[in-house]
C-alpha cells in the first residue's frame, strides 16, 4: 500500500477536521455559555478547544465525540469563568438591569411562545413526537430512528415536513405570506 505524500494527508487532515468542528460548533457553544454567560467568551472557548484538539490529535480516536468535547468545553470554560475579574456588585446590577426585557417586549415574547406551542401540537404525532425528540431531547436522526422504530431517513424526512409546515402555519397565523423557494 502507497502512503500519500505529507501535503495531500495534511489537507485530508485539515477536511476531515473541519467537517467535524463544523459538526459540533454549536453544541460547543451552547455548552460554554451555560457556563459563561457571554458570548464572546463562549466563542473564545469553543475556539480554544478545537485547537486545542486539533493539534492534539486527540479527535481522531474519540468514541463518544458528543461526550468528550462536552467534556474538553466544560473544563475550559470553568477555568475561563474562574479567571474572571471579580465584578462590582453594582456593574452586576446594572448589567442585568441592562438585559431584563421591557414588560411589552416579554409579553410579546411569551404570546410567540404561546403560539409555536399551540402549533406544534397541532402537528400530526408522528411529526410532532420526532421534532420534539430532536428540538428538546437533542437526540440525532440515528438516536431517533432506533427510539421510534423507523430508518434515519424516514426521520430525517419527519423533520424537514414538521419545520416547512411550522413555518406555514406560523406565517398563516401571522397573516404573513411565505416567500417561494
Given at each position: 500500500?502507497?502512503?500519500?505524500?505529507?501535503?495531500?494527508?495534511?489537507?485530508?487532515?485539515?477536511?476531515?477536521?473541519?467537517?467535524?468542528?463544523?459538526?459540533h460548533a454549536r453544541f460547543l457553544y451552547r455548552i460554554a455559555w451555560s457556563v459563561l454567560r457571554h458570548s464572546e467568551d463562549a466563542e473564545d472557548c469553543v475556539q480554544e478547544a478545537l485547537l486545542k484538539l486539533y493539534r492534539g490529535e486527540s479527535w481522531r480516536q474519540m468514541a463518544n465525540e458528543r461526550a468528550f468535547l462536552a467534556s474538553v468545553v466544560w473544563r475550559l470554560a470553568l477555568d475561563r469563568r474562574s479567571a474572571r475579574q471579580p465584578v462590582a456588585e453594582e456593574e452586576a446590577a446594572q448589567q442585568l438591569a441592562d438585559f431584563r426585557p421591557s414588560p411589552e417586549s416579554a409579553a410579546a415574547e411569551e404570546d410567540e411562545r404561546e403560539l409555536l406551542r399551540e402549533l406544534i401540537a397541532e402537528l400530526p404525532e408522528e411529526l410532532r413526537d420526532t421534532l420534539r425528540l430532536s428540538?428538546?431531547?437533542?437526540?440525532?436522526?440515528?438516536?431517533?430512528?432506533?427510539?421510534?422504530?423507523?430508518?434515519?431517513?424516514?426521520?430525517?424526512?419527519?423533520?424537514?415536513r414538521a419545520r416547512v409546515e411550522l413555518q406555514e402555519r406560523w406565517a398563516a397565523r401571522r397573516g404573513e405570506a411565505i416567500s417561494s423557494r
Open positions: 500500500m502507497m502512503r500519500q505524500p505529507p501535503r495531500v494527508q495534511e489537507n485530508h487532515r485539515q477536511a476531515t477536521f473541519t467537517r467535524f468542528a463544523n459538526e428540538a428538546l431531547e437533542e437526540l440525532n436522526s440515528r438516536e431517533i430512528g432506533e427510539l421510534m422504530g423507523v430508518p434515519e431517513g424516514t426521520v430525517r424526512t419527519r423533520l424537514m
